[in-house]
């Protein structure tokens, strides 16, 4: 009877351990794995893979590489670039350019890092942030993960590849096309109408004072006694396109550049022994305007209606869909 007992108990335990076994070859580890290159992966651990995806970030304080949680990264760069104080659906809409433009860069960049500063993108962390804005800081870091939150994983694609998502400050009530600019044909950076900018922005009209002699020095010119010179052409954003001084022609974008103007929308006249330079608008003017941007949301834009209006003919969707390769390299 002890024995019959015995073997029983033997046997419970044998299929116990039976039933034990597959719970404990199916219970994943606590993190994420990444599949391999040649592993197919199912979809359900690409798409916890994105929530992972990290970015290299070269930090130029220190001259290191921080990796950066991708959301945690784009949190940076919103607080970075954009006020806290703009409307919900404006700062998604900055979420979604942040996000595409460090998408499209890892897609293509190997293992170099991105750079913090407007070479690609500004960024700064926590910390700095707390150092930066203060007793703000409990608000305003709320508003930007709200942001950033509600357009978890989603980046621009113009015929499913990632965009170029060029933003800048203030348009002078138009978009400029990327050809006019960078001188490159992309069919989504085409000119559109931003009729928001000049009531929403509060440096939309800036004058700038220059000496005779330094405007000459650094045009490589030499005026004749009250020569002023012309505009030559202007795009169809209503910037210089090219101007004639002193027999010289240049691009809207040179006298820019040189001269450190805040827009190509520009006129000048002499008084006296100085220039006068009145601009309109701030930034190269491709791609979408923040203040524009900010300007359609207390309209009532979504973010959607935002970056569709600044990105012609571009598609909302989720990095997994747009560049799973991505998702499995890193």
């Keep these: 009877m002890h ?9 419970a335990g044998y299929f116990l351990l039976l039933l034990a076994i597959p719970a ?9 794995r990444t599949p391999l290159p040649e592993e197919e992966g199912p979809a359900e651990e690409v798409q916890e893979a994105e929530a992972h995806l990290t970015v290299p970030v ?15 990264y784009v949190s940076g760069v919103v607080a970075s670039e954009m006020p806290a ?24 960049s190997g293992d170099q890092p991105i750079t913090d500063t407007t070479t690609h993108q500004v960024y700064k962390n926590n910390d700095e942030l707390k150092m930066i804005w203060k007793d703000d800081y409990t608000w305003k870091v709320k508003a930007i993960s709200d942001a950033v939150n509600e357009t978890k994983g989603e ?30 044909d992309v069919p989504y950076l085409a000119s559109v109408e931003s009729k928001w900018d000049e009531q929403a922005a509060p440096g939309f009209y800036h004058e700038k004072k220059i000496p005779v002699s330094e405007f000459e020095e650094k045009l490589g010119i030499s005026l004749s006694a009250g020569e002023q010179g ?58 979408m305007s923040q203040y524009g941007a900010n300007g359609m949301a207390l309209a009532g834009s979504s ?28």
Aim: glycine share 8%; aromatic share 10%.
């Design 303 to 330: 973010y959607q209606e935002i970056v569709k209006h600044y990105f012609s003919g571009v598609e909302i969707t989720s990095i997994d869909e747009a560049v799973p390769a991505l998702l499995v390299k890193r």
């Design 24 to 32: 404990f070859i199916v219970t994943p580890k606590e993190g994420i």
């Design 85 to 108: 104080s703009f409307e919900k659906e404006a700062l998604k809409a900055q979420a979604l350019a942040a996000r595409t433009y460090v998408t499209k860069f890892l897609s293509h």
């Design 230 to 287: 012309s505009i030559l052409e202007r795009t169809p954003g209503n910037r210089i396109k090219t101007v004639e001084i002193a027999g010289k022609t240049f691009s809207g974008r040179e006298i820019r550049e040189t001269l450190d103007l805040r827009s190509t929308d520009f006129e000048w006249v002499l008084q006296g022994d100085q220039v006068v330079i009145k601009t309109k608008g701030y930034g190269h003017g491709v791609g």
């Design 58 to 72: 070269m930090r130029q304080a220190s001259g290191e590489v921080e990796t950066v949680d991708l959301e945690a």
């Design 3 to 11: 024995q019959r007992l015995k073997l029983i108990l033997i046997v």
């Design 155 to 184: 980046i621009l694609t113009y015929e499913g590849q990632p965009i170029t998502a060029a933003f800048f400050s203030t348009s002078n009530g138009w978009t400029e096309n990327a050809r006019d600019y960078w001188e490159e």
